[in-house]
């Protein structure tokens, strides 16, 4: 399994990419394996800021749904469209073409208190 080791991470399986003031977010490699196949990204939260462990939209796989969770409080102001009608993009590369949103984050500090690679390894058991 991958974790790229200049990406941060979550207890619940989001990715982080920090550049700037913008974060780039999607889930991982693991989080994707356990869903299964991915069907549908619903994600409505362009615009809005979002709390830090706050809801910003929802993944559906052939067998559940599952909550996607804000790592850090920023304002979502990207989505990435390729996810409507290429949802398996998040299967297939989780870590590139599969990313979810792009946020303003409200304090870079919070991203620092994420995991790094290795600790999300651990995590996961990897």
Do not use: C, R
């Not at 409080?73 to 989780?94: C, H, I, R």
């Not at 949103?101 to 991203?111: F, G, L, P, R, S």
């Amino acid at each position: 399994m991958n974790f790229p080791a200049e990406l941060k991470y979550t207890k619940d399986h989001e990715w982080v990419k920090l550049e700037g003031n913008v974060a780039t977010i999607g889930i991982t490699e693991f989080a994707q394996g356990e869903l299964g196949d991915i069907v549908y990204v619903d994600i409505n939260s362009v615009g809005k800021e979002v709390a830090k462990e706050g809801v910003f939209g929802t993944v559906e796989a052939v067998k559940t749904v599952s909550d996607l969770f804000m790592p850090v409080t920023g304002t979502v102001t990207e989505v990435n469209k390729a996810l409507d009608s290429e949802p398996e993009l998040v299967n297939s590369d989780p870590y590139g073409q599969g990313w979810m949103v792009k946020i303003t984050v409200a304090n870079a500090a919070d991203v620092a208190g994420l995991l790094s690679a290795d600790d999300y390894k651990s995590l996961v058991g990897a």
